[in-house]
């Protein structure tokens, strides 16, 4: 009922920039926290950036500075602008949102995930 559709991804070299998106539609009263993870071959998924339904942000130690979170609630849309890219930020990243989806009920729903690829 909820999907969650991601965009901004691809190929770019040391130091470029890149802006994710992901979008959520369907049967939702609500959006509490969104979030952004990645997760590099051979590694475990790991949080990148969150933002809470009041804008307060956190991020990983190895992407402060670089990257930035930001919600639009209007569009239901969760955006991670990345900048100073490093090969070591190449991974698939994934959006993973909290939905209000029924009274009483929060639901966790992930993107499809982007791949992200940074080249030196």
């Known amino acids: 009922q909820v999907q969650l559709v991601e965009s901004g991804g691809g190929l770019v070299q040391a130091g470029g920039s890149l802006r994710l998106s992901c979008a959520a539609s369907g049967n939702i009263f609500g959006i509490d926290r969104m979030a952004w993870f990645r997760q590099a071959p051979g590694k475990q998924r790991e949080l990148v950036a969150v933002?809470?339904?009041?804008?307060?942000?956190d991020y990983q130690d190895s992407v402060q500075g670089r990257f930035t979170i930001s919600r639009d609630n209007a569009k239901n849309t969760v955006y991670l602008q990345m900048n100073s890219l490093r090969p070591e930020d190449t991974a698939v990243y994934y959006c993973?949102?909290?939905?209000?989806?029924?009274?009483?009920?929060?639901?966790?729903?992930w993107g499809q995930g982007t791949q992200v690829t940074v080249s030196s």
């Open positions: 993973n949102v909290n939905v209000f989806v029924a009274a009483g009920s929060w639901s966790g729903f």
């Open positions: 933002i809470t339904s009041r804008g307060r942000t």
